[in-house]
């Protein structure tokens, strides 16, 4: 009809509410923003609060995607995220054609060191984790599947990081460099000598930097241009005096593992 106003693209016509700014997609997105490795369930009072949505609107989202299999209700009334998400996810073809090759380099490594092996990629200014080996017997860590690790104080994040661009330095460390623990590298000085060092013998080291008790060392995973693809590490016990020697010790065998991934994979 002339004259008559069309919806515009921020407008819900389905439930007659509006947000300035916000398409439907976009406030889906923010729901499934909400959940991350620190928060893999959340109430309905949760998600708006984290989404910034009205309890109202993100009930009815939470409703769709419940529906389309993107998230699930839990026995205890929380939300967390569905099967369909996790299967589209295994799609992405980095992280599909990384994992396959890697898996058998993985297992190798964990059957020689029964520590925790982690295969990472980088993610804006993380490393992302996007696969994990381990044990009750290996060292405790922070790290899971789909969780992020900090590019200056894990052996996975300066092996990315010094073989990334110069930008991504320079962002990392404009950010600030936060301390961990006692032993974190937090000035840029220090950290651009230690990335030097990495890719001068293509192995990176982190003892006790990110985690006390913990040592680790990876290797980049590159592709055929010399770009950097992803990191593959082993996260160890640390043994105080012989962290080194430990470290010295599992050098060789990660970086032999991720020349081998990256050849199984370009």
Known sequence: MAGQRQPDESENVAGRTK??????SRRLLAVLDCFDVAHPALS?????TRSGLPVSTARRLIGELCKWGGLERLDDGR???GIRLWTIGTLAPQQRGLREAALPYMHDLFQATQENIQLTVLDGHEALCIEK?????AVPTQTRIGGRLPLHATGVGKALLAFSARELFDAVTEAGLARMTPHTIIQPGRLAAA???VRKS???????EMTLGAVSVAAPILSLDGGVRAALGIVAHSRAAADRATLDRLAPAVRTAALGVARSSN
């Open 79 to 81: 939300y967390r995220i």
């Open 44 to 48: 309905l009072t949760e998600v708006a």
């Open 195 to 197: 990335l030097a060092e």
């Open 133 to 137: 080996i381990s044990s009750d017997k």
């Open 19 to 24: 947000v300035p700014g916000q398409t439907v």
């Open 202 to 208: 293509g192995v990176a080291y982190s003892c006790e």
